[in-house]
């Protein structure tokens, strides 16, 4: 038998293993397959651009568990949570680990989800990849915060605490949106808006940060998470570009969904804005650079141009994310410490070099409409906080407290109407989403109502902190609490506290 060549050995292990049923129906098997309205004409040409197969695979994840997992024991090993620059920081990784673990885990269910409902044999061993990426990823973030746990205030209940903290409703709101659509429209949603769309600016530009202050466990898991990410959205590409050939019809709907999960996937990263311009000490670069080169370049410029030959423009609200750049970060912050007494993540104190760099990178808006807030909290940190738990959008689940860009000293609340009872939404994007399909959104178990309601007992901030498994010493602002005090006793313990002249 001749030997087979690596396209012909790579179709042997992955192709042919799909069957056609003999006593049932395909459209019994696969019920959703026409549901969406997409026409498939022969995706049996569709590839999938990685070509790799399992035992490659297995080799290449488990080389980059060793790398990750011997710096993860290293900086473990030699108190490297004492040497960054800001004890700070661990707040904002504490943002990042409520938003985005449960995230990684909800995205491998959703991959294996869309494997199982598209009959379509490159695309299903591609999601199979992926959603074993994705359990990775929430296996390598659990560990990371294992660690941290016993250095830093928020995490000792991490099971509980993401379950019921009402923040994290952000990112279970954007996953079960995409668990309850159709194949392809989750596989639009993860692959394209999530994975292409965002990825980049989701992990490298906090990874980075985390290298500039010295958290190299933090780093590390953003490499090793990010080296997957090329394959994700090289999934996300292709699918999208197999679906627009098979048939002219496919390009409204795809438009459709684009317009969606474009908005759906910035509102969900809103908090990551923050992350990049507050959090750490040294920022290598900020939100609205970022947003730049990974989304208006890379994105807007790059990838819609090609898209254009098949019909389709840019998502509906891609102006409004343009203009927000310059607000969004500060609005999200905002947003953060009026409600840092309901989170495991704490607010803080600007310090003058916060000032400096912030009014710097945002000449137009930072001084005239931010810093005064944020002046009024060096006096008094809790100044600013807002009783109870806020009121949130309808579609994305974010406080509905975002200023207009085009106004920003007014809100950019938006309202509407559906069977005779009003939905509160952040901005024109969600409105739209919302008004697409009222009855999916009208359905949202609303913090700030169970709150009013009575639903965390007669003590109601008692209730919050039972319910999410937090106590009121893990809230409230950084600087004056026990938390940046340990660290600053362990960093004079080792001796990091010395000056030499």
């Known amino acids: 038998m001749a030997k087979l060549g690596v396209k012909e050995k790579y179709h042997a292990m992955t192709r042919d293993l799909m069957w056609e049923p003999k006593d049932f129906d395909m459209n019994k098997v696969y019920p959703l397959i026409e549901k969406e309205g997409i026409i498939l004409k022969d995706p049996s040409r569709w590839e999938d651009p990685f070509r790799m197969a399992y035992n490659q695979y297995v080799k290449i994840q488990s080389e980059k568990d060793g790398i990750y997992h011997a710096v993860r024991n290293a900086f473990e090993a030699n108190d490297g949570h004492a040497k960054v620059v800001d004890s700070r920081w661990y707040e904002g990784v504490k943002v990042f680990a409520t938003a985005v673990q449960p995230a990684e885990y909800s995205a491998h269910r959703l991959m294996a989800y869309v494997g199982r409902n598209i009959p379509i044999e490159a695309i299903r061993f591609a999601t199979f990849n992926q959603a074993i990426d994705e359990l990775r990823h929430a296996q390598i973030e659990i560990k990371h915060y294992a660690h941290m746990s016993k250095e830093i205030d928020g995490l000792h209940n991490f099971a509980n605490t993401t379950q019921n903290l009402w923040f994290n409703t952000v990112p279970k709101s954007f996953f079960d949106d995409a668990m309850t659509a159709g194949p392809f429209e989750a596989l639009i949603a993860i692959s394209f808006s999530f994975e292409y769309v965002f990825t980049n600016i989701l992990f490298l530009p906090f990874a980075s940060s985390a290298g500039a202050v010295g958290d190299d466990n933090f780093a590390a ?6 080296s997957d990410e090329s394959r994700h959205m090289a999934l996300g590409m292709s699918a999208l570009k197999m679906l627009l050939e098979e048939d002219d019809r496919n390009v409204p709907i795809i438009q459709g969904w684009l317009d969606k999960w474009y908005w759906r996937a910035y509102r969900l990263f809103s908090v990551i804005s923050a992350l ?35 019909g389709i423009r840019l998502p509906k609200h891609a102006e409004d994310s343009m203009k927000e750049k ?14 840092k007494h309901a989170n495991l993540f704490r607010g803080f104190k600007l310090q003058p070099d ?3 760099w912030l009014s710097n990178e945002y000449p137009d808006t930072f001084d005239r409409y931010y810093s005064p807030y944020f002046r009024r909290m060096d006096d008094h940190v809790l100044a600013g906080s807002s009783p109870g738990i806020p009121s949130v959008c309808t579609v994305c ?9 085009d106004n920003p000293s007014k ?17 024109p994007g969600c409105k739209h989403i919302f008004e697409q399909e009222p009855f999916k959104y009208m359905q949202i178990w609303w913090p700030a109502e169970a709150y009013l309601s009575g639903e965390f007992g007669d003590d109601p901030i008692a209730g919050i902190f039972k319910y999410t ?33």
């Open 411 to 427: 809100m950019w609340t938006q309202y509407s109407e559906y069977n005779n009872k009003t939905y509160v939404t952040c901005s």
């Open 276 to 310: 990049v311009d507050y959090y750490p000490r040294i920022r290598p670069i900020s939100w609205k650079k970022a947003f730049e080169i990974y989304v208006e370049e890379q994105v807007f410029e790059g990838l819609f141009k090609d898209l254009r030959k098949y």
């Open 326 to 339: 310059n607000h969004y970060s500060h609005s999200v912050m905002r947003i953060l410490d009026h409600y």
């Open 469 to 501: 498994g937090l106590s009121p010493e893990e809230t409230g602002e950084h600087y004056s609490s026990r938390e940046h005090a340990r660290w600053l006793e362990h960093r004079k313990h080792l001796g990091l506290d010395k000056k030499f002249f």
């Open 354 to 356: 916060d000032y400096q």
């Open 397 to 405: 689940q974010v406080p509905a407290e975002f200023p207009d860009p």
């Open 221 to 226: 898991v953003g490499k090793t998470v990010q």
